[in-house]
């Protein structure tokens, strides 16, 4: 079965770092882009950026980069968000998701893990 | 970054009801356009990829259609299970936006 595992939720105070995990398996890890999604309490989903772990080549939306860090480690087909310093803003879920690509050019995101849960808070 | 909006924000509707979504795009995508369903507490759910593709397993009630800026997701006769939030998301290029959304809700 190909399945998404996404790390469990986590509560964290504002300024400490956070690394959260997404491990793939029932596929060719290392052959297809992860995606990162956002989606703060009550509100639509966000595009945050991609990574190829063939490669680790990254993208990220202007609205995330610098914000966090999008990673992988193919050995153990695993994806990564972190962030360095985190606010009381960055409080949402967090989904992964596979991206498949349907012609050239043209992606949707096809498989999505259960998401991780991230609490900011004093 | 290409905006992409959604109508209706939210819809009331009964089951047997057909029901479209509309999605604009503030510039031309071509087709490259997703729909996708959540439900609460859930992962969202890939239903309708390149505007007009049924993916893999979703029930054909479900079509899409259009290209270019404008696009609809059309429901034909309501389920219960169908209702919950629909998004589309363009995929033309990155960042690969979302619409805000369509909460389906039971009248």
């Known amino acids: 079965e190909v399945q998404l595992v996404q790390s469990g939720a986590e509560v964290k105070k504002p300024g400490e770092s956070l690394k959260i995990s997404c491990k793939g398996s029932?596929?060719?890890?290392?052959?297809?882009?992860i995606g990162w999604v956002r989606q703060m309490p009550g509100k639509g989903l966000e595009w945050m950026g991609i990574?190829?772990?063939?490669?680790?080549?990254?993208r990220y939306s202007p609205s995330f980069q610098g914000q966090v860090t999008i990673s992988a480690d193919k050995s153990i087909s695993t994806a990564y968000l972190q962030w360095s310093s985190l606010k009381a803003s960055d409080t949402a879920m967090y989904y992964c998701?596979?991206?498949?690509?349907?012609?050239?050019?043209?992606?949707?995101?096809?498989?999505w893990g259960q998401g991780t849960m991230v609490t900011v808070s004093s | 970054d290409i905006q992409m909006t959604q109508s209706p924000s939210s819809l009331s509707a009964s089951v047997g009801d057909r029901v479209t979504i509309t999605c604009r795009a503030s510039?031309?995508?071509?087709?490259?356009l997703n729909w996708y369903q959540q439900k609460p507490g859930k992962a969202p759910k890939l239903l309708i990829y390149?505007?007009?593709s049924l993916q893999s397993g979703v029930p054909s009630r479900f079509s899409g259609s259009g290209s270019g800026t404008d696009f609809t997701l059309t429901i034909s006769s309501l389920q219960p299970e169908d209702f919950a939030t629909y998004y589309c998301?363009?995929?033309?290029?990155?960042?690969?936006?979302f619409g805000q959304g369509t909460r389906l809700e039971i009248k």
């Open positions: 998301q363009q995929s033309y290029s990155t960042p690969h936006t």
């Open positions: 990574i190829y772990p063939g490669d680790s080549d990254t």
């Open positions: 390149a505007a007009s």
């Open positions: 998701a596979r991206r498949i690509m349907i012609t050239f050019g043209d992606h949707a995101f096809d498989i």
């Open positions: 029932g596929y060719s890890f290392t052959s297809y882009w």
């Open positions: 510039q031309s995508i071509s087709s490259y």
